[in-house]
């Protein structure tokens, strides 16, 4: 058996006392605070799940991917919608895919997600869809390790018409049922009356979703009902000023009418709902210019929906589309009308209780080196 003192294996050095004493010192904090330490957090690993059953409306089942981001939770949710002129695409295209794989990088939880397609199935189906698989990511949000008062919409081509219109239909607050806090929008269908007015190519699918035309361009309704129908399935018929704060992008230079989606963006405006504009010169379609796109996408999505601080109703918006602090999402908002980030405000943190802390936190320190110091200097320790 060693001759080592018994006593020198459990004597309290002035390391050993800085230790306690720090964790203390997290304890107090982590008290005046009423926030719960790390040890209790759930962490995620940055795993992908697949097919997950979140619906099956007339017998068709829908499925989502999961992408979710490494770190802790929970975590801000995008809901990711497949481009397809409505009739066709599928959530694991490799686009789709690569969107989410940058979102999970950027720390929101992207959820890849498949809808009813044209034209079996016509406006609201595909709407109503998107609405269910928010609906279960809100539902299930201890599962997916998500803040189910922020979720967003994405959505490239048909997929963005799709996020439009879950952002701008619906009532009450953003944070609860079927709502989202944010829309992104790329090179969507947004006034489909005026895609339809001018004739452009894809005008036939958005009859199909429309629900004017049927399989194999079969007419539906007389067009006496048509213009009708197409306007109740456009985005911007139902846009008023409760609605998300939305990024919108369009290329100068695609088959999608630029400047239905810059009139869109002037009632965006007129409404006084923050939003951002995207659009490249150079030309490119939806996923196309994912590369130029997604980090100013990734940016208003920290700004309106990461940093949200969603509540069940918010005031009126004020005359001025300018915030004086960071994003409040409720039943809509103020914010920088050309969609740029607005400064961010700290929220408050209680002083006497930190002073508190940290005062016991000094005491305690002190305390335990001066215990220590005693120890060291004992006769009876030999």
């Known amino acids: ?53 979140f619906a099956a409306p007339a017998g068709v089942p829908l499925a989502m991917d999961v992408y979710r981001p490494s770190g802790t939770g929970p975590f801000a949710a995008v809901v990711v919608l497949h481009p397809g002129g409505f009739v066709k695409g599928d959530k694991a295209d490799q686009q789709v895919v690569t969107v989410a794989q940058d979102l999970a990088q950027a720390g929101f939880e992207a959820f890849t997600v498949n809808y009813r397609l044209a034209p079996e199935f016509h406006y609201p189906a595909p709407v109503q869809d998107v609405q269910s698989a928010v609906s279960y990511i809100r539902e299930h949000a201890g599962q997916f390790n998500v803040d189910p008062s922020r979720i967003a919409a994405f959505g490239g081509s048909a997929g963005g018409t799709l996020a439009a219109a879950v952002g701008d239909e619906g009532t009450g607050s953003l944070c ?12 969507g269908a947004l006034d489909l009356n005026q895609i339809v007015t001018e004739q452009i190519g894809g005008a036939d699918a958005i009859e199909e979703y429309a629900g004017v035309l049927g399989a194999h361009h079969r007419q539906l309704i007389g067009p006496a009902d048509a213009t009708a129908a197409v306007i109740k399935a456009s985005a911007i018929t139902y846009l008023d000023k409760t609605d998300p704060p939305q990024f ?49 996408t990734i940016d208003f999505l920290n700004t309106y929906l990461k940093a949200a601080k969603c509540v069940a109703s918010s005031p009126k918006p004020s005359s001025s589309p300018h915030p004086t602090s960071s994003p409040t999402i409720g039943q809509g908002g103020n914010g920088n009308a050309d969609g740029s980030p607005s400064p961010s405000s700290h929220s408050s943190v209680p002083v006497i209780p930190i002073a508190a802390a940290a005062a016991g936190a000094i005491l305690l320190v002190g305390l335990l080196m001066w215990l220590a110091a005693r120890r060291r200097n004992s006769p009876y320790r030999r």
């Open 1 to 53: 058996m060693s001759s080592r003192p018994f006593s020198s294996v459990h004597r309290l050095t002035p390391w050993s006392g800085a230790a306690v004493s720090l964790l203390a010192a997290l304890w107090f904090v982590a008290g005046a605070l009423d926030v719960p330490l790390p040890a209790g957090a759930q962490v995620s690993t940055g795993a992908t799940q697949s097919d997950v059953q």
């Open 176 to 187: 609860s049922g079927t709502r989202v806090v944010a829309v992104v929008t790329w090179s």
């Open 248 to 296: 919108v992008a369009n290329s100068q230079h695609e088959f999608m009418p630029l400047d239905q989606a810059l009139e869109y963006l002037n009632k965006l405006k007129r409404l006084h709902i923050p939003n951002a504009f995207f659009s490249r010169p150079a030309g490119g379609h939806a996923f196309d210019y994912t590369a130029f796109a997604i980090q100013p």
